[in-house]
């Protein structure tokens, strides 16, 4: 190859690495699985026909609440304000909560529901201590308080974690020193950040590598 061709094969290659590296930007993760699926196939129409019919399965998030005395009137009260306020926001359907749960009692006279928590009442507390509670809402070593926030389906990545970061930033300043997330958009936002972050680490080696051996074979730098 002469100097001329050499010439002619640097800029074109130089266009390309250009080209790609233009349009780098636009190159994003799909989070969707359905998309790994044919178009027509017979499985994923059938998934698709449930999901429409009964919703997701998976929009909903665990919230463990740590606290020295889990059945106490102030614990609870907590508990029941941030309950309220959670369910409040508009991506959240319902929150399943100690302080929300009821029972039911059939009678002659009909079926009568009964709350088993009311604001400040120390009968509350031990209705609450149900043996049939624990490891439902509270953990049987009563350390924590488990609530389910029901929340709308994020059809972009992106809502969820603005979601999940909300609820973060939300139980952070809460009056809860110690708790716990875990879900669907929890674990896809945390999973996806190490994977991307893995990616990096790994095209950067396998770029390093790829200059160290051109460097071994050219026995220059220059050459690279």
């Not at 993760?29 to 129409?45: I, S």
């Not at 020295?68 to 614990?75: A, Y």
């Not at 669907?184 to 945390?190: G, H, N, P, T, V």
């Not at 200059?211 to 071994?216: G, Q, S, T, W």
């Amino acid at each position: 190859m002469n100097r001329k061709n050499a010439v002619s094969g640097l800029i074109i290659l130089a266009l390309i690495t250009a080209f790609s590296a233009w349009h780098l930007p636009n190159v994003k993760f799909n989070y969707d699985f359905t998309m790994f699926f044919p178009k027509g196939d017979p499985d994923l129409a059938y998934y698709d026909e449930i999901r429409s019919e009964f919703g997701e399965y998976d929009d909903f998030l665990y919230l463990a609440l740590f606290g020295d005395e889990v059945f106490s009137p102030v614990f609870l009260d907590k508990v029941d304000r941030l309950s309220k306020d959670i369910e409040s926001w508009p991506e959240v359907d319902q929150v399943l909560s100690p302080t929300n749960h009821a029972r039911w009692q059939v009678t002659p006279l009909g079926v009568n529901k009964i709350n088993l928590y009311k604001q400040g009442s120390t009968n509350a507390s031990r209705l609450l201590q149900d043996p049939k509670l624990q490891g439902l809402f509270f953990a049987r070593d009563s350390s924590s308080v488990c609530l389910v926030v029901q929340h709308q389906n994020f059809g972009v990545k992106k809502e969820g974690d603005l979601f999940h970061q909300k609820l973060q930033a939300y139980l952070t300043q809460s009056a809860f020193g110690k708790f716990l997330v875990s879900g669907k958009i929890q674990a896809q936002d945390e999973f996806v950040q190490r994977l991307e972050q893995d990616l990096g680490f790994n095209l950067a080696m396998a770029l390093a590598l790829v200059v160290i051996a051109l460097a071994l074979l050219f026995k220059s730098i220059r050459g690279v």
